[in-house]
């Protein structure tokens, strides 16, 4: 028996390709973004254009807005000596223009207000910022990255420590130890962090409004509030379209507080901030680059006796952010002995933040290639040494897996593949002048459901309900499948749900993040739903209306919830100039129920192909000397383009995790980048017998 945790749902279009019910707005650029809204009788609006500190620590000994205030457009010039005051600063990321200090290269010094966009670009060139710089540190290295943070994100232990691993490793027939690495990566979605800001008095208080491209309204408000000393009724967040984020707009940075301390000098007149392609480099969040020192002992059958990852990475003295890289390494893989760590060296940067699948892609990467090369040392298949190290229970909880489906992914991908046809030695398939290699990688992400989501249905009469949450479409296709979860939830139709979303507003909702927010937020839904049929009945009054949100999940506790997948790659190496192709890309996934499978090919593919861009494109290069990325834009970070990205393939097992959710599903946002990585830089060890421990993979690596 299921135990499932409320009234089952009758599916009907859930697990249906509905079209996107925003699909023609995007489509024909009716879709209005964060800077494109009219924002009414406010005024015409301001531009604002953000200038940022060339040193990476010091103080501002003086500004000169002279020349920038004379430039025709140009009206006024904010910094730390005339800004609003903010009421809470403690956040060193956002509590920007109150002092004269310097933290990092990039840091917003001042802004520039001017009537077109064009003369606040230019104005800011125009602003003089005298410094008095200080020493500082801005690289990370394997001898500075030695402070022990508290936890990591969000809320995980730093170390742990299970039997004895030494020991365990000193009686090990086989030892696997080496150093991998990952580069810095930068989210880069379509639409830059913008925002239009605007306040005005209501009954003698004042009240902000955003339009802000954000991954969740509500923790912009919550995050504002106090920062501004506002109440949080007192600020409304609006996020109708939002062009990608990928983390990177899964909080508010610095930007946002930028256009709400703007907005208060203009005498009501709405601000608008598009940050620039560059300074979403350092003002957006990034992932650190991460070190994983990996041990693992096996017996001479290749079951793991020992597991100890130790990772270094980097944080911002400004403002602490710890990448959970050790933490997919908790769960993944049994081993009675077991060790992990996170040291950070914090240093005068940039703050770093979430990027797809923070801790698990950079984690699992180092562990699926240590996995490898534990395969080749014990002469085991790769798969079948996975298979023979499958945990019972969860290795850290000790609870059961809800439904650890690794092997099956395995199994279900090598099928597919034709990995049975593989040769087991490196460099052994030539095809003209390219070495041909596979290779595969496990891949997990924990299943997650947020507490403090509300729905709200309201009958609207002749057939029609409309169904309002605070919830953010980022792309993803969340509108769409919350009017397929509202439809059946209720019993009727996609096309007789009238969903509200993105507003503040709206009975609350948490961010679009953590892929959790189909889970989140249709849970709500569902629960608002049979709530309504509970009260109102089949035959309800128009403007019979219920709020409600999803009772405490009570397989909570007695599970670990994880989704799983399996990821292969075919990669060609060229044997004179060392180019890598990959010519195919499978991820198979056990992920519970797909609500809609056109939009979840897109998460999957989409994040595979993320993974196969940080495998082989993707590099951060830092300027040792201040800190700040070299490589800020889009030609000189490469991510990959349609040419690299051949054939994709996203595969789902059949299920439906009824004890998870009500719709069955668990979450697929960012599986698909994890483990994708590894599985490229394992095929190319295959196909050249040249092992690789960094990413990304690049072609010097082969000559
Ligand atoms: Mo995702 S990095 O949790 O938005």
Redesign the pocket.
């Given at each position: 028996m299921t135990e499932q945790q409320t009234v089952p749902l009758d599916i009907r279009s859930i697990g249906t390709p509905h079209p996107r019910v925003d699909g023609v707005e995007k489509v024909t650029g009716r879709a209005a973004y964060a800077v494109e809204h009219e924002v009414g009788d406010v005024g015409d609006p301001l531009h604002a254009w953000l200038v940022t500190s060339r040193v990476p620590k010091g103080r501002i000994a003086g500004i000169d807005a002279g020349p920038a205030l004379a430039h025709p457009g140009v009206v006024s010039v904010l910094d730390h000596t005339n800004a609003p005051h903010l009421d809470d600063t403690s956040n060193g990321e956002l509590a920007i223009l109150q002092d004269d200090r310097v933290h990092f290269h990039g840091q917003v010094v001042a802004l520039v207000l001017a009537e077109t966009s064009e003369a606040a670009r230019e104005g800011a060139a125009l602003v003089e910022v005298r410094y008095d710089e200080e020493p500082f540190e801005a690289e990370l290295r394997e001898d500075n990255a030695t402070y022990r943070p508290d936890q990591v994100n969000p809320a995980i232990e730093t170390d742990t420590d299970e039997g004895d691993v030494d020991a365990a490793l000193a009686d090990a027939a086989v030892v696997v130890e080496q150093t991998y690495r990952t580069a810095y990566e930068h989210n880069n979605p379509l639409e830059p962090h913008a925002t239009t800001a605007w306040w005005r008095d209501e009954d003698g208080e004042p009240a902000l409004s955003l339009f802000d491209s954000t991954?969740g309204v509500h923790g912009v408000v919550s995050t504002l509030a106090p920062m501004l000393g506002v109440e949080e009724d007192q600020i409304r967040v609006r996020a109708p379209y939002v062009g990608g984020?990928?983390?990177s707009?899964?909080e508010a940075h610095a930007h946002v507080l930028a256009a709400a301390l703007a907005a208060q000098v203009t005498d009501g007149r709405p601000v608008r901030l598009a940050v620039t392609r560059q300074q979403m480099f350092t003002l957006t969040g990034y992932r650190t680059a991460t070190i994983s020192h990996f041990r693992l002992g096996a017996d001479a059958d290749g079951r793991l006796t020992a597991i100890e990852h130790r990772v270094q990475e980097q944080t911002s003295a400004v403002r602490e952010f710890a990448e959970q890289t050790a933490s997919p390494t908790r769960m993944l893989y049994a081993a009675p002995n077991r060790r992990t760590s996170h040291r950070l060296a914090r240093l005068d940067v940039a703050v770093p933040s979430?990027?797809?699948?923070?801790g698990e892609m950079p984690g699992v990467f180092a562990h699926e290639v240590a996995m490898d090369e534990l395969a080749v040392a014990c002469g085991l298949d790769p798969i079948e040494l996975r298979v023979r190290n499958e945990p019972e229970t969860d290795p850290e909880t000790g609870k059961p897996f809800n439904d650890r489906r690794l092997v099956d992914c395995l199994r279900r991908g090598a099928e597919r593949f034709g990995w049975a046809d593989r040769p087991e030695a490196p460099r052994s398939t030539e095809d003209g002048e390219w070495w041909v290699g596979t290779g595969v990688a496990a891949a997990t992400y924990p299943a997650m459901v947020q507490p403090g989501n509300q729905a709200r249905v309201r009958f609207l009469g002749e057939g029609r309900y409309a169904v309002a949450i605070g919830s953010v479409d980022i792309g993803t296709g969340a509108r769409t499948v919350l009017t397929q979860i509202a439809a059946d939830a209720l019993g009727t139709g996609p096309d007789a749900i009238d969903l509200e979303i993105a507003d503040s507003l709206l009975p609350p909702a948490t961010?679009?993040?953590?892929?959790s927010g189909t889970s989140s937020w249709g849970g709500a839904i569902v629960a608002a739903a049979q709530r309504f049929r509970a009260d109102h009945g089949t035959e309800p009054s128009p403007g019979a209306e219920t709020t409600a949100s999803a009772a405490e999940n009570p397989n909570a506790e007695k599970y670990a919830f994880h989704s799983f997948g399996a990821v292969f790659a075919e990669a060609r190496v060229h044997r004179w100039t060392g180019e890598i192709r990959v010519p195919r890309l499978l991820g198979v996934y056990s992920v519970g129920r797909i609500v809609n499978p056109a939009t979840a090919r897109s998460q999957l593919v989409g994040g595979l192909v993320m993974g196969l861009s940080a495998a082989l494109f993707e590099e951060g290069v830092r300027d040792p000397r201040f800190g700040h990325p070299v490589t800020q834009d889009l030609a000189t970070y490469h991510v990959a383009a349609h040419a690299d990205a051949l054939d994709v393939q996203a595969e789902w097992l059949d299920e439906s995790d009824e004890r998870f959710t009500p719709m069955g599903s668990r979450g697929i946002?960012?599986i698909g980048i994890v483990g994708t990585a590894a599985a490229v830089a394992n095929a190319t060890y295959h196909a050249t017998g040249v092992r690789v421990r960094s990413i990304p993979v690049t072609a010097d690596r082969f000559l």
């Open positions: 991954q984020g990928f983390g707009k899964g979430w990027m797809r699948a923070p961010v679009a993040g953590g892929s946002g960012e």
